[in-house]
């Protein structure tokens, strides 16, 4: 990705006078990771990340459309602008290091440009996607139904019962996703909350004024983001407690803006020990621009070997979020502890235009109602989300990934999880395929 950092007076195509800028993202508008490369091989392992990203970052390279924006924006060099290209740090992959000053997963630019001049741009560019920058929120749960508790007892466990992790392990199943790293992508996580000490690695944060990821403290800036986290890797609470986790705080106060995306894709792409992608955050009937967008930014993940898995939302009947409803994503919604879709779980059938092809969205549905799990400054509270049912599949991914020591492609993952779920006999558009379960294949002799 690139950053153009543009002066106010602004010399490019006849702009000789100062303008109000934004920041405006874009890509090639039609151009398709997922349409031109084939994707049911990537695989999870470290040693087939460089690969992965060197087939990606080529691929763009080629493509006639981005290089005619990288002609067009050109120019801004010598006109007062400094165009800074994203530094990303992939620490003991050395095969990727050559990216490092051109990598872009995601054939997208961050561009500073007069708002009074985008249409002349959009004339100029027009096999382009032009779409200015905006803030995107995390999706906010109902939360403290009960109370804080200090501790937690077996009945508010229902969760893990809910996808017979409880029977697994009384049959003697042992995984516990040792070996495999989440990258949540939220407020930041809690650290030193008992629950889910030692297992957050590392911590990131984008510095907005270069746009790079750089290492930070441990922290959670709301409070989502220990809630979501235990839920994957809690000793009590979590799915698969020994999984590793990146505190991602990409959305600091629970807030970021849509360029933010890109930083933190190029970034992911680079972290070779990154196999899942926890998204608890997305917006409400985006334009088909964006959409359009959100659609590529997944794809490209998936890519380069990476399963994002993402929250529906909980605006309930007949409404999604984005990424959560993108194609790619492994989409998830909510239900109670009745076996019924929680009536705050969204869902939607999507249609594309390119190609006249309908999806309905969520793929899968997870525990997210009235569910305990870590709380910033210590202790346990249930929450009602979408956002509580995400990692609850994060972790049943960490599981299948240990299982088969990562040696398993991305879309045989995603099949294995959705072949497995338990048919609630519900309406397919509220379950999808239904409640996500260990699979038995992990433990059935």
């Known amino acids: 990705m690139t950053i153009l950092w543009?002066?106010?007076?602004?010399?490019?195509?006849?702009?000789?006078?100062?303008?109000?800028?934004?920041?405006y993202i874009i890509r090639p508008k039609t151009t398709s990771v997922a349409r031109s490369l084939k994707l049911a091989s990537r695989k999870f392992t470290a040693?087939?990340?460089?690969?992965?990203?060197?087939?990606?970052?080529?691929?763009?390279?080629?493509?006639?459309?981005?290089?005619?924006?990288?002609?067009?924006?050109?120019?801004?060099?010598?006109?007062?602008?400094?165009?800074?290209?994203?530094?990303?740090s992939s620490k003991d992959a050395d095969t990727l290091m050559e990216y490092q000053n051109r990598i872009s997963i995601t054939g997208t630019k961050i561009v500073d440009i007069p708002d009074q001049e985008i249409d002349k741009v959009s004339q100029d560019l027009p096999?382009?996607?032009?779409?200015?920058?905006?803030?995107?929120?995390?999706?906010?749960?109902?939360?403290?139904?009960t109370g804080k508790k200090d501790t937690i007892n077996v009945d508010d466990l229902w969760h893990l019962e809910a996808i017979s992790l409880i029977?697994?392990?009384?049959?003697?199943?042992?995984?516990?996703?040792?070996?495999?790293?989440?990258?949540?992508?939220?407020?930041?996580?809690?650290?030193?909350?008992?629950?889910?000490?030692?297992?957050?690695?590392?911590?990131?944060?984008?510095?907005?004024r270069t746009q790079e990821i750089q290492t930070v403290p441990f922290e959670d800036t709301v409070g989502h983001g220990t809630?979501?986290?235990?839920?994957?890797?809690?000793?009590?609470?979590?799915?698969?407690?020994?999984?590793?986790?990146?505190?991602?705080?990409m959305f600091p106060n629970g807030v970021c803006n849509l360029s933010d995306w890109i930083s933190w894709f190029n970034w992911l792409a680079l972290q070779p020990e990154i196999n899942i992608v926890n998204i608890s955050a997305g917006e409400l009937s985006l334009p088909a621009g964006y959409f359009e967008l959100f659609n590529s930014l997944i794809d490209d993940l998936i890519a380069v070997g990476l399963l994002p898995i993402c929250a529906v939302g909980n605006e309930g009947f007949n409404r999604s979020r984005t990424p959560g409803n993108c194609k790619g994503s492994l989409s998830v919604g909510a239900i109670?502890?009745?076996?019924?879709?929680?009536?705050?779980?969204?869902?939607?059938?999507?249609?594309?235009?390119?190609?006249?092809?309908?999806?309905?969205?969520?793929?899968?549905?997870?525990?997210?109602?009235?569910?305990?799990?870590?709380?910033?400054?210590?202790?346990?509270?249930?929450?009602?989300?979408?956002?509580?049912?995400?990692?609850?599949?994060?972790?049943?991914?960490?599981?299948?990934?240990?299982?088969?020591n990562k040696n398993i492609s991305v879309l045989n993952l995603l099949d294995e999880i959705l072949t497995n779920c338990k048919d609630l006999g519900l309406d397919k558009e509220r379950q999808g395929k239904g409640l996500v379960q260990v699979p038995k294949a992990l433990y059935e002799p």
């Open 167 to 208: 029977t697994a392990r009384q049959q003697g199943f042992t995984g516990t996703g040792k070996g495999i790293t989440v990258a949540v992508l939220d407020s930041g996580i809690d650290a030193n909350h008992p629950e889910i000490r030692d297992k957050i690695i590392e911590s990131y944060r984008l510095n907005p």
């Open 6 to 23: 543009a002066n106010t007076s602004v010399y490019h195509s006849g702009w000789c006078e100062e303008y109000l800028m934004g920041v």
């Open 127 to 145: 096999n382009a996607l032009i779409l200015r920058d905006f803030q995107i929120g995390l999706i906010q749960p109902e939360r403290n139904l």
């Open 227 to 249: 809630h979501v986290a235990g839920l994957i890797c809690g000793n009590q609470v979590g799915v698969a407690p020994e999984a590793q986790i990146i505190n991602s705080i």
């Open 47 to 88: 040693e087939s990340r460089p690969s992965q990203v060197a087939e990606v970052v080529n691929f763009w390279q080629q493509d006639p459309v981005y290089q005619e924006i990288n002609s067009y924006l050109d120019p801004f060099c010598g006109s007062g602008g400094v165009i800074r290209e994203i530094i990303s």
């Open 336 to 404: 109670n502890n009745k076996n019924k879709v929680a009536y705050f779980s969204g869902n939607t059938t999507i249609t594309i235009t390119n190609d006249s092809q309908s999806y309905n969205v969520p793929y899968v549905v997870a525990p997210g109602e009235s569910v305990y799990s870590s709380v910033l400054g210590g202790g346990y509270e249930a929450w009602n989300g979408t956002s509580m049912a995400t990692p609850i599949v994060s972790g049943v991914a960490a599981l299948v990934l240990e299982k088969y």
